[in-house]
């Protein structure tokens, strides 16, 4: 049984790109998390997704968007890439059933 | 913010048991204490959760006081894979998992 997977595992972009990343959930998993972890801080919650709409959002900008689809699978996007944004970006998935979040590896993103 | 208090970092010798303090005087009836760990570079890991009683599973023990205003995690017999941060979360059911912190564990041989 695979666990949550993320991908790309690395990225590099420029300051004004555009950049996704995608999430596949643990089998049996519903709902998707997804969190920014700046390097030296604790991972902050960026939004939630459950039956494919947003049910709850952290404190971000409208720049990050996201999608859930009907395989429960998930992207996360960033518009007008800042410098800032470099972090390792987090996906957890979870059973509305049993409500324990399973943390992928992460995709750390490099804003140059 | 994160409505927990962690000591920074603690240390613990190899095979003795990890005693990891949390305080959390805020806690409201309904939410749970969950503690997650992250060691340098991975995704945390979830280790237990409890709501009121005493929780233990293969990974740890959760002690959690009568009025819930704290709490214990217990790595019974630490190795040195067990190095991390360890996060203490309260959070209503279904919420946002909000990370303070943390402790920085550090088994040492």
């Known amino acids: 049984d695979a666990g949550v997977t993320q991908s790309p595992t690395h990225l590099i972009k420029t300051r004004g790109q555009q950049v996704t990343l995608r999430c596949s959930p643990k089998s049996g998993h519903d709902t998707v998390s997804w969190y920014q972890q700046a390097l030296g801080q604790g991972p902050q919650f960026i939004f939630q997704?459950?039956?494919?709409?947003?049910?709850q959002r952290g404190n971000f900008p409208d720049r990050f968007s996201g999608h859930q689809f009907p395989n429960y699978s998930s992207e996360l996007n960033v518009n007008a890439l800042l410098l800032g944004d470099s972090a390792l970006y987090l996906c957890a998935s979870s059973s509305i059933l049993t409500d324990i979040q399973y943390f992928g590896a992460g995709t750390r993103l490099s804003v140059l | 913010d994160a409505k927990t208090t962690q000591p920074p970092s603690m240390d613990c010798a190899e095979g003795r048991a990890a005693n990891l303090p949390c305080n959390h005087s805020?806690?409201?009836?309904?939410?749970?204490v969950y503690w997650y760990r992250q060691i340098h570079s991975q995704g945390p890991q979830y280790i237990i959760h409890g709501l009121k009683n005493n929780e233990t599973n293969e990974m740890a023990s959760l002690i959690i006081t009568e009025d819930r205003k704290s709490s214990t995690l217990i790595l019974p017999h630490a190795t040195l894979r067990d190095t991390a941060v360890y996060y203490c979360i309260v959070k209503l059911y279904g919420n946002k998992l909000v990370f303070g912190a943390g402790t920085i564990l550090r088994v040492k041989s």
């Open positions: 805020t806690i409201s009836g309904n939410e749970y």
């Open positions: 997704y459950y039956e494919e709409e947003e049910r």
